[in-house]
């Protein structure tokens, strides 16, 4: 049984984002434990993925009127919208052999988590690669990571309660992604946890099966502590990349 | 004083991710810049930035130098979500495009 030490946060994205990097950083010198972070964006964010181009992927206008912050990850893939009211995401900082050496099928038992939580909820939550979590077909649940130094930092989305209408204004994507999935709108390809079993969830409720979920598919003990104080100063250290339009507009 | 040329290749790898390629190239055939993105990933991702800026500068009259460059960063790079073949070869034919569309500016 692997031992995971849990953190429930919040905090605005470039802090997660930043904290996440930092964590990184620290489990390849051995200073904090394998971890397992749960986390909510405050206020609500979007992410996008290190590859991916801002007018290409963000309708700006409508996040600008929104007061929707944008931050870039540092890990690849898609782009999300981090519903304050309805999403959780989870990031897993482990050492590298502690996880499958293939990436997909480390993706794979890493989202294991977010798809026995939703099972647990009640929906038929399924993994299908390369690195969504689908219910009957519709993605609920996206995952991206980063290696380095031994370490695999994984996170990923729990879409429990997602204002979808806001997702669908404030994500582009490609003609030629919505194309090959048969789609026409982004909406079209996407769920909640909350839409599918037809009743409201609540964070506290969708917290408590996240960590049952990590527990179970993980075969993991959680244990619940705080950041400590060397985290939130390496954090702080690396919030001002997050934040700048230099990293942010990379590629604009 | 040179013109710039914009050339784009998007590709959608089958169940897989999105890449979008944008060469800008100028009339004396060098590359001003190669912009990637997309939804892919790759390891280490800063090998992509890398590819980026090695081809930026160089000429397209040798293809056989930016090639050895692609070739070089793709081997050393696991990309995830874009056969890394495909990913050469997209590159490959954007160069070619670039290369027609250069000499036939030179050419006016």
């Known amino acids: ?252 | 004083m040179t013109t710039e040329v914009v050339i784009d290749k998007e590709y959608k790898e089958p169940e897989g991710k999105y890449v979008h390629f944008k060469l800008v190239i100028n009339s004396e055939c060098s590359i001003v810049s190669v912009v990637i993105t997309g939804d892919f990933f790759a390891y280490p991702p800063e090998n992509i930035d890398k590819l980026s800026l090695i081809l930026k500068g160089g000429t397209l009259l040798n293809m056989r130098k930016l090639k050895e460059h692609v070739n070089n960063i793709v081997k050393e790079t696991v990309m995830i979500g874009i056969d890394s073949n495909v990913f050469k070869e997209l590159i490959f034919k954007l160069f070619e495009e670039g290369l027609k569309k250069c000499r036939s500016m030179k050419g006016k």
């Open chain 1, 1 to 252: 049984m692997i031992k995971l030490r849990l953190i429930i946060d919040e905090g605005d994205g470039a802090y997660h984002m930043a904290l996440d990097e930092a964590m990184l950083i620290l489990r390849a010198v051995n200073a904090i434990p394998d971890t397992i972070r749960l986390y909510v964006f405050k206020p609500s964010t979007i992410t996008i993925g290190y590859f991916q181009s801002v007018s290409e992927t963000v309708n700006e206008d409508f996040i600008r009127f929104r007061g929707i912050p944008l931050v870039r990850r540092p890990t690849g893939g898609g782009a999300v919208y981090h519903d304050m009211n309805g999403e959780i995401t989870y990031s897993i900082v482990i050492s590298e052999d502690k996880v499958p050496k293939n990436h997909i099928e480390s993706f794979k038992f890493l989202a294991g988590g977010v798809i026995r939580a939703a099972r647990i909820l009640g929906a038929p939550a399924e993994f299908r690669p390369l690195n969504d979590g689908v219910i009957a077909g519709r993605k609920f649940s996206g995952q991206a990571q980063l290696r380095r130094l031994g370490v695999v930092l994984q996170h990923g989305t729990f879409m429990y309660a997602t204002n979808i209408d806001v997702l669908a204004q404030s994500l582009l994507a490609p003609k030629l992604k919505l194309m090959s999935k048969g789609v026409n709108a982004i909406k079209d390809r996407v769920t909640t946890i909350s839409n599918y079993i037809g009743r409201p969830i609540s964070r506290d409720e969708a917290l408590r099966a996240l960590i049952k979920g990590f527990s179970e598919a993980l075969r993991a003990e959680l244990v619940e502590s705080s950041l400590s104080e060397v985290e939130l100063l390496l954090a702080s250290s690396l919030r001002w990349k997050y934040l700048s339009k230099e990293w942010t507009y990379l590629r604009p």
